[in-house]
C-alpha cells in the first residue's frame, strides 16, 4: 500500500476534544455534519480546506481524553489517509485502525513541514518527504492491522471474513 498526500502539521496533545468538539456531540449520528467541525477550534480552515488523501502530521500524545471513536471517524469521512505522530493515545490508535485509518508513530516529524508532500510506503516501513528529498524509516505495522487497514476496518474484515484469529 503506497499512500501520497499533502501534509496538515499540528503540534502536540491534540485531544479528541480539539478533534470534534463537544458542543457539536449532538451531531455525531450525523457523521459528515460532524466533520465539517473537525479541528475548528485548532485550525479554522482545515475542514473547509482538507482534500483527499490529505494526511495529518502531529507531535506527541495526539488524541488523547475522551474515547470517542467518532474522533476517529471524522478523518476518514474527510478523506485523510493517514495519521503521523510521535506518538498516539493508545485507545485513539485503536479507533483509527478499527476503522482502516493507518497510524504512523515517528520521532522526525519536526523534520515535516505543512504542506509537505509525502508518499508512504506502509508495507516497506519508508516515508517519502517529496517536498524535501528526506526518507523516513518507521516501525511497520504488524501484518494483521495492516491487512484491517487493507480492507476499510476490522467490521469490513468480520463480514468478508467472519471468525478471525489474531
Not at 502536540?12 to 480539539?18: G, K, P, R, V
Request: charged content about 30%; hydrophobic content about 40%; some cysteine.
Amino acid at each position: 500500500m503506497i499512500l501520497k498526500g499533502r501534509v496538515w502539521k499540528f503540534g502536540d496533545s491534540i485531544s479528541t476534544d480539539d478533534i470534534t468538539p463537544g458542543r457539536f456531540f449532538h451531531l455525531r449520528s450525523n457523521l459528515p455534519e460532524l466533520a465539517k467541525h473537525t479541528l475548528e477550534d485548532v485550525r479554522e480552515d482545515f475542514a473547509k480546506n482538507v482534500k483527499k488523501n490529505d494526511i495529518i502530521v502531529a507531535g506527541k500524545n495526539f488524541g488523547l481524553g475522551s474515547s470517542r471513536e467518532h474522533a476517529a471517524r471524522v478523518f476518514k469521512v474527510l478523506g485523510v489517509s493517514c495519521i503521523i505522530a510521535k506518538s498516539f493515545a493508545r485507545i485513539f490508535f485503536r479507533n483509527c485502525i478499527n476503522i482502516g485509518m493507518p497510524l504512523i508513530e515517528l520521532k522526525e516529524v519536526d523534520k515535516i513541514n505543512d504542506g509537505d508532500i509525502l508518499e508512504i510506503e506502509l508495507e516497506n516501513g519508508i516515508i517519502k518527504n517529496q517536498t524535501s528529498s528526506e526518507s523516513y524509516k518507521f516501525l511497520q505495522l504488524p501484518t494483521f492491522v495492516l491487512n484491517i487497514v487493507k480492507h476499510g476496518g476490522i467490521e469490513e474484515v468480520i463480514r468478508k471474513f467472519g471468525n478471525i484469529e489474531v
